[in-house]
């Protein structure tokens, strides 16, 4: 088959053009204004936060055990880390 024909059911010819079309992607942040937010921990109180959460390369990562302690003492909340936002 030539380069930039395609076939149709039934054998019908489509003619299909012979370099990619250009398509524009997005940018995942088109809509979207930039803000600033503040936030407060929880995390097992007996625990410093370097324990259950890092920061590298502007990537939070929060980890928690079913034997860590709630996040306050005498909590009878689930174990939990995690960043609380501050929402205005």
Known sequence: ???GVG???GGAALTLPRTPLAVAAADPTDGWTQTS???SWQKPWD??????????????R???YDTDEPFAKGSSTD???????KVD
């Open 1 to 3: 088959m030539a380069a």
């Open 7 to 9: 076939l149709l059911v």
């Open 37 to 39: 937010f503040t936030y």
């Open 47 to 60: 625990l410093d936060l370097s324990e259950r959460h890092s920061y590298n390369g502007g990537v939070h």
């Open 62 to 64: 929060m980890w928690v």
């Open 79 to 85: 174990p939990r880390t995690e960043m609380r936002w």
